[in-house]
């Protein structure tokens, strides 16, 4: 069983700028793919963006929804067992409930489906 908790987020103003954090805690995989979703009041959840990755090929990939492309960055730090989403130039409408997912699978077709969820972090971005 993978357990996956999620931390950072918090209050921050309109140009600002939150890293989250996602460990994942339990079984480590060859093959894996972790995004990042969120979800406003009142709206479906979204994808933002995922890496995925597979130890026996070395290839790395990344993908991201048009909203954040060139404001965040979500990067994988293995030995922690822990990605991370770096979130610059945050907008009123990126505050959301920001939810880590995780999956054992390489990942060609984004978002796809996942195994495993986090809790959820609340970002709030003020104008």
């Known amino acids: 069983q993978v357990r996956l908790v999620e931390s950072g987020g918090g209050l921050v103003q309109a140009g600002g700028s939150l890293r989250l954090s996602c460990a994942a805690n339990?079984?480590?995989?060859?093959?894996?793919?972790m995004a990042w979703f969120r979800q406003a009041p009142g709206k479906e959840r979204e994808f933002v963006t995922g890496?995925?990755?597979?130890?026996?090929?070395?290839?790395?990939?990344?993908y991201y929804a048009d909203s954040v492309k060139g404001r965040f960055t979500i990067s994988r730090d293995n030995a922690k067992n822990t990605v991370y989403l770096q979130m610059n130039s945050l907008k009123p409408e990126d505050t959301a409930v920001y939810y880590c997912?995780?999956?054992?699978?390489?990942?060609?077709?984004?978002?796809?489906?996942?195994?495993?969820w986090g809790q959820g972090t609340q970002v709030t971005v003020s104008s």
């Open positions: 890496i995925t990755w597979s130890v026996w090929s070395l290839l790395v990939n990344t």
């Open positions: 997912a995780g999956k054992e699978t390489f990942t060609t077709s984004w978002p796809g489906e996942y195994d495993y």
């Open positions: 339990g079984r480590t995989f060859s093959s894996k793919t």
